[in-house]
């Protein structure tokens, strides 16, 4: 089993549609979460961390379940800049940061 | 506030041959990783430092990959000698602590090996 798995979509989604994806992870240990995103042949930036009571910032909300071991990203009324692969990373052990494969998201007019 | 410094940012070698890549973190942070990503992958952790020591190596292939922070600021990744499986984006990134802060990532170098 992966240390963070994801699918890896494409998840083609309208303009202004409510796109989710989810996130597991397989070390019931872990302490800290993220989501990053990437852009077509650019280097990952941080969207948001993910802390235990959920994140919300703007149109996109965060969650955490620890009891099976998943974090979600919630994104509202998607926006044609929103295009771009999403990273769930998370703190494995001690300050080892674990990124999955990516989850790539395409809105279109 | 600049961010963090990769060169050079394409090279392409020959398979066999050495390459080495250098990263300037952002001034301050304590810090530095470097990870490898392959086209529809995400990045891969191959040697964290703090300073000038080093915290975590465990993925990073020894016997052909070496990394060194001198005096704790820049980094320069070695690869020798590459394979064609090395072909991927090396990133580097930084960070305040040495907890999972925030890391910033550089523009990453894209090698690729024929």
């Known amino acids: 089993r992966k240390e963070v798995e994801q699918d890896p979509g494409p998840f083609n989604v309208p303009e202004g549609a409510t796109v989710a994806f989810n996130c597991t992870y397989s070390n019931s240990a872990s302490q800290s979460f993220f989501w990053y995103r990437q852009d077509c042949r650019k280097e990952p930036k941080l969207l948001m961390s993910?802390?235990?009571s959920g994140n919300e910032d703007g149109r996109f909300t965060a969650q955490l379940n620890r009891a099976s071991q998943y974090i979600s990203l919630l994104i509202r009324d998607s926006k044609l800049s929103d295009s771009a692969t999403y990273l769930c990373?998370?703190?494995?052990?001690?300050?080892?940061?674990?990124f999955g494969a990516g989850t790539i998201l395409r809105v279109k007019s | 506030e600049a961010g963090v410094a990769q060169s050079p940012r394409y090279k392409i070698i020959e398979k066999r041959q050495s390459v080495a890549f250098w990263c300037n973190p952002i001034s301050g942070h304590a810090t530095l990783y470097w990870y490898q990503q392959i086209l529809g992958q995400g990045p891969k952790l191959l040697i964290q430092?703090?300073?000038?020591?080093?915290?975590?190596d465990s993925q990073l292939p020894k016997d052909r990959f070496s990394a060194e922070r001198l005096k704790g600021v820049d980094s320069t990744l070695k690869i020798q000698p590459a394979k064609l499986e090395d072909s991927a984006v090396y990133l580097c990134a930084s960070s305040w602590g040495v907890s999972a802060d925030t890391q910033y990532f550089g523009p990453g170098t894209r090698l690729t090996v024929l």
């Open positions: 993910v802390y235990s």
């Open positions: 990373v998370v703190n494995m052990r001690g300050n080892k940061l674990v």
């Open positions: 430092f703090q300073n000038n020591g080093v915290v975590d």
